[in-house]
T-cell receptor, first 117, second 115 residues
Framework: SQTIHQWPATLVQPVGSPLSLECTVE??????LYWYRQAAGRGLQLLFY??????ISSEVPQNLSASRPQDRQFILSSKKLLLSDSGFYLC????????????????FGPGTRLTVL | AQSVTQLDSHVSVSEGTPVLLRCNYS??????LFWYVQHPNKGLQLLLK??????LVKGINGFEAEFKKSETSFHLTKPSAHMSDAAEYFC?????????????FGRGTQLTVWP
């Protein structure tokens, strides 16, 4: 069966420090991968998605970046964190290729709680 | 354009009473609709999914939802609430047939279950 891992589970970082959050998926090949942010009192915001190794699409302009160095690994990074980067970061995966008739289902990881002080 | 409106930000019920979480959507395509549940500091768990098959969809933990195209609604129900159902629930619509299964989330409904 497929599983998705995220780490760390919680992180407290000072403003201006770098960030690296990691997401890995097991039990599937060539998944679509997604990074979301969930801020307090707000819904989920799609940050990045990837349909393959090295292929990253950004949804919103910000000081975050994403990379996909391996098929089942998705990394969220920042060179300098802002206070507004605080939130709950969720990684998700899906397996149906883009453009198919049936919408694929996204499965979410356990999340990383990031607090920027 | 796709959008989702969850009509109640908070719902409180007593244990053993029915649960109704309301959701309306708008979609330019034949939509796929989902309900996810999120317990505190946890990821989102898929409860159920509608993809143009039966309009009444049964999910996990006794939840079900009915797709009503004429009302553009996809309300989530459960006959009898359990304490473990206390969580936040998200109604989600997806762009059917797009190049990516992009999801559009409602703002969530916090369900409280009283003993």
């Amino acid at each position: 069966s497929q599983t998705i891992h995220q780490w760390p589970a919680t992180l407290v970082q000072p403003v201006g420090s770098p960030l690296s959050l990691e997401c890995t998926v097991e039990g599937t090949s060539n998944p679509n991968l997604y990074w979301y942010r969930q801020a307090a009192g707000r819904g989920l915001q799609l940050l990045f998605y990837s349909v393959g190794i090295g292929q990253i699409s950004s949804e919103v302009p910000q000081n975050l970046s994403a990379s996909r160095p391996q098929d089942r690994q998705f990394i969220l990074s920042s060179k300098k964190l802002l206070l507004s980067d605080s939130g709950f970061y969720l990684c998700a995966w899906s397996v149906l290729p883009p453009g198919t008739a049936n919408t694929d289902t996204q499965y979410f990881g356990p999340g990383t709680r990031l607090t920027v002080l | 354009a796709q959008s989702v409106t969850q009509l109640d930000s908070h719902v409180s019920v007593s244990e053993g009473t029915p649960v109704l979480l309301r959701c309306n959507y708008s979609s330019s395509y034949s939509p796929s609709l989902f309900w996810y549940v999120q317990h505190p500091n946890k990821g989102l768990q898929l409860l159920l999914k509608y993809t143009s098959a039966a309009t009444l969809v049964k999910g996990i933990n006794g939840f079900e939802a009915e797709f009503k195209k004429s009302e553009t609604s996809f309300h989530l129900t459960k006959p009898s609430a359990h304490m473990s159902d206390a969580a936040e629930y998200f109604c989600v619509v997806s762009e059917g047939g797009s190049t990516l299964g992009r999801l559009y989330f409602g703002r969530g409904t916090q369900l409280t279950v009283w003993p």
